[in-house]
């Protein structure tokens, strides 16, 4: 137990600990953090507030089942699982998002900063984030103007954002509260994506042998895409699914590998209710934090050699992917819902990223084009994150591009 000016602070570094965490959301609950997101982050009104955490006995009516009446906030909550989840809304989210790998494919979305991260994590006044508050309030502003927008004007987009607009409305939200609250779902969403892709290139690149081989296991699939038997056209959505997600061991180990050793994420639940704990008697208001770190490099589960990233670990034991210390998707009701999304996006543009282009980091020194290559970037552990750490700053990887025959 832990005591920060006053705060009674309990860290769990054991996976048992933190199962049964996960499971008594009674006694552990993570509604507080949302809360503060909503609060302090997204600004919402103090009547939007309100609303939000109107349950049915309040006057709540939603408009999907609601069987365990639940309040707005976690209605919507639901709304966004059916879309990630359900399989075929994923599968309709899938295409869409996999046409957008495949058309737009640039590579300065690396390097895309979160725009509320400063504000978010470490709770900093609005003074001291003026950098993050700005464009924050010109993403509120968009998003206002876009769900202001006649349905038609908006046609094209996901279920679950009309299904959100719709129920935020119908309880009593304004547009602009239900812009803020879609800030930070969208925020939620694609906070780790660009910086997993990074470090997953970032990491072949590093290692010319291992990149050509995944180039040989995504041959099959890259081949199928780009140049299939007639009568047999396969979308980029069941290529991925298929192929690269099951038949690409050495490209999901790499994946695996690269999630575990760059999660610098932690679980925040405040207990709800007075509860016993490993022989601790905890009181309402003390937070509980599962930080994902030490346990992702824990050596009693991968080995003497946890430290070191070998990138094929996984692929030599399967099992490893369902150990008890393997956990960097969250858990309970913070695990993550894109998960499944976001390895095909991952694996997908990766694949394409291979298969399209020569890509050549700049050694130590070497200059090209008035840049100079640099040492191989570094987690970034002093910074809070919500899952996937970035660089330090300035540890760019310099790297030459070029179009790449195939046939």
């Not at 390097?111 to 978010?120: D, G, Y």
Request: net charge positive; aromatic share 8%; with cysteine.
């Amino acid at each position: 137990m832990l005591y920060v000016a006053g705060q009674k602070i309990l860290v769990i570094l054991s996976p048992h600990d933190a199962l049964k965490v996960f499971k008594d959301t009674t006694s552990f609950a993570f509604d507080p953090f949302i809360d503060r997101l909503y609060r302090g982050t997204a600004n919402v009104s103090n009547e939007a507030h309100s609303v939000l955490w109107r349950t049915p006995q309040d006057g709540f009516k939603s408009l999907h089942p609601n069987p365990k009446s639940h309040a707005l906030v976690h209605t919507g909550n639901a709304l966004l699982h059916k879309q990630l989840l359900d399989p075929t809304h994923l599968q309709q989210l899938t295409e869409k998002v996999l046409n957008l790998v495949n058309e737009s494919l640039r590579w300065d979305t690396f390097f895309k900063s979160s725009v509320i991260s400063s504000s978010a994590d470490t709770k900093y006044p609005s003074f001291m984030a003026r950098a993050a508050i700005k464009p924050r309030d010109q993403l509120i502003e968009a998003l206002t103007r876009y769900l202001k927008a006649p349905p038609e004007k908006r046609s094209g987009g996901v279920p679950f954002i009309s299904e959100l607009l719709d129920e935020e409305l119908n309880a009593g939200l304004s547009v602009e509260d239900s812009a803020r609250i879609l800030l930070i779902i969208l925020w939620g969403l694609n906070a780790n994506g660009p910086m997993t892709l990074f470090w997953l290139i970032a990491h072949l690149l590093q290692r010319p042998e291992l990149a050509t081989a995944v180039r040989e296991e995504i041959f099959p699939a890259m081949q199928a895409f780009h140049f299939p038997a007639s009568g047999s056209e396969e979308s980029l959505t069941e290529i991925t699914k298929q192929q690269l997600v099951n038949g690409c061991p050495l490209l999901n180990s790499a994946f695996n590998k690269v999630v575990r050793v760059t999660s610098t994420g932690c679980t925040i639940r405040e207990v709800a209710n007075p509860v016993g704990f490993g022989g601790k008697d905890l009181s309402p208001g003390t937070k509980v934090l599962i930080p994902q770190r030490p346990m992702l490099l824990a050596k009693q589960a991968f080995g003497p050699d946890a430290l070191d990233v070998d990138l094929s670990r996984f692929s030599k034991n399967r099992a490893l992917e369902r150990h008890s210390y393997y956990r960097p998707f969250g858990g309970g009701v913070t695990l993550c819902s894109g998960r499944v999304l976001g390895r095909r996006e991952i694996l997908a543009f990766v694949a394409l990223a291979l298969w399209r282009y020569e890509m050549r980091p700049l050694e130590v020194g070497q200059e090209a084009l008035g840049v100079r290559g640099k040492p191989f970037p570094r987690v970034d552990e002093k910074k809070p994150s919500v899952g996937i750490a970035k660089q330090v700053d300035g540890d760019d990887m310099m790297v030459r591009i070029a179009k790449r025959q195939y046939k």
